[in-house]
């Protein structure tokens, strides 16, 4: 396959691979170098790169002497299998070109499988992206019920100062001291109200919309799951029948071979039948395999594509999640900020209060109105 001549199908944008070839449907590809888990590499104007043999049909065959073929086991050096997913070897790719190179995306570093520090068997990088969401969900969960639980203090709170404002003890106290006493009891009605509008605002500005966000985000992880789910179901199902159409072919090809020893040794009617039973069921075992594997390009290639395509939208959501909970916690500082120079506001008036109390002013309009007279003794001696 290697120097023929291949037009193109389909369109490939070349994003499910590290080093794909990008081209419209129509153009013409000169293959270089064909692998059997169904990537090829090509040339077109000059530019190289991987794209999915499904994409393309040979239009014309390379007439000059072909490279010594490579055996099954060759073949299998130059490729790798993850999960019943074929990749090029790092031989055959020896430059790993990145898909975001001038970022650490998602969607360039969790192709391979990972072992599983809890057992001893492996996680895909899927997985790993899929617990990190995970995990920032019940992060969320549990942001929502600190705020709560801040709610409850503040409420509380708040309904202490209210009732402790109630309270008449010290209300007969008079002069300048009494009218200080009377504004801190004020001020702490007034801080009781603010401290209730905060925790109102606490709920309607950083817990609700928390506890939507996370619904959402919640909604989104189960329907990426499992359609990646089902896009690796259906790739293990294509996957297994490659291998059962290969040996079966592999049968066909042994039977063959003993029908054709058979007529070596003796030639009979019943042999020669037999041979074209054999060849008819080979050649169906070969077209089945090709189908297999044209299913399975197919279903390898859309999973490359929605692989991309999922873990870019996992690292959207998750910087959405950030981004969201700061600017909530943001606002929960602001709030915090705002209700702390309201109290500071309401006790500067019983500040300036206490400042003026005067002991002997105070002792001086209590006797002008409680005096019962101008009398006094005579020579008396203090």
Sequence with gaps: MSGSLCRSLYAFGGEQHQQGLSFQAGEEIRVLQALPGGWWQGEKDGVRGWFPSSYVQVVEEQLISRPERLSRSERMEQLREVNCVTFPSAVCLPEQRLLKPDEWSYCDFFWNDKKDLQGSGCVTGFEILLQKQLKGRQMQKEMSEFIRERIKIEEEYAKNLSKLSQIPLAGQEEGTLGEAWAQLKKSLADEAEVHLKFSSKLQSEVEKPLLTFRENFKKDMKRFDHHIADLRKQLVGRYAAVERARKALADRQKELELKTQQLETKLT??????????????????????????????????????????????????????????????????????????????????????????????????????????????????
């Design 269 to 382: 009617s019943k042999t020669e039948e037999d041979i074209k039973k054999a060849r008819r069921k080979s050649t169906q075992a070969g077209d089945e395999l090709m189908r297999c594997v044209d299913q399975y390009n197919q279903s390898q290639s859309r999973w490359f594509e929605e692989m991309v395509t999922t873990s870019l939208e996992l690292e959207r959501l998750e910087m959405e999640r950030v981004e969201m909970i700061r600017q909530h916690l943001c606002q929960y500082t602001t709030l915090r900020h705002e209700t702390d120079m309201f109290n500071q506001s309401t006790m500067e008036p019983v500040d300036q209060l206490l400042q003026c109390v005067n002991p002997a002013k105070d002792r001086e309009l209590w006797v002008r109105e409680n005096k019962t007279g101008e009398v006094r003794p005579v020579d008396i001696e203090i």
